[in-house]
């Protein structure tokens, strides 16, 4: 059985996140969808309970989908959960620098593989922080997200 561990903030889902996902569900035997947070500092807009409730309703079509929370080292949750490798999504150059550094650090300290997927270019400019600047100050952000995380924006900006 293979599994595999994305990661992310999740701050909320978007359809970015989505597009992985959906992809990687029909990869993988089990897709465990991590949401790593530091429990000594409170940082962005929602609640880890919120943001796994709305993984999970986002993401109740896919039997093979789970989502779960994680503190500490990536490489540790990957151990955790007993998956075979991380699943990270790529956007851009940005990302690459990024992402290639740490997939360097979690193989060199845990031993632990990362895969990157290309983002879909209509997805790639899609991103967390993105919507809840666009949502907070009132412009169109609704077909960035599943209706979950809508639900949830709205009601968290008292809307
Ligand atoms: O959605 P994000 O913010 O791009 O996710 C980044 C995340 C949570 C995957 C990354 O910050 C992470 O792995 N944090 C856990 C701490 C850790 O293991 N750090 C060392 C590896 S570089």
New binding site residues.
């Given amino acids: 059985m293979r599994t595999v561990l994305y990661?992310?903030?999740?701050d909320p889902v978007t359809y970015g996140h989505m597009d992985l996902i959906e992809r990687a569900a029909k990869m993988f035997d089990r897709v465990i969808v991590g949401v790593?947070y530091n429990p000594d500092k409170r940082s962005g807009m929602f609640e880890i309970e919120e943001r796994l409730e709305i993984l999970r309703k986002a993401t109740a079509h896919l039997e093979n989908v789970e989502a779960r929370a994680f503190t500490?080292?990536?490489?540790d949750a990957v151990r955790q959960c007993g998956a075979d490798a991380v699943l990270?999504g790529l956007r851009s150059n940005a990302d690459a620098d990024i992402e290639l550094?740490?997939a360097r650090?979690?193989r060199e300290i845990g031993g632990v593989e990362t895969l990157m997927m290309a983002s879909c270019p209509e997805k790639s400019h899609i991103s967390?922080s993105m919507v809840r600047q666009i949502a907070a100050l009132g412009g169109k952000y609704e077909h960035m997200v599943p209706e979950a995380a809508r639900d949830a924006l709205e009601k968290a900006l008292g809307r």
């Fill in positions: 990661p992310g903030s999740f790593l500490g080292l990536l490489v990270r550094q740490m650090i979690n967390s």
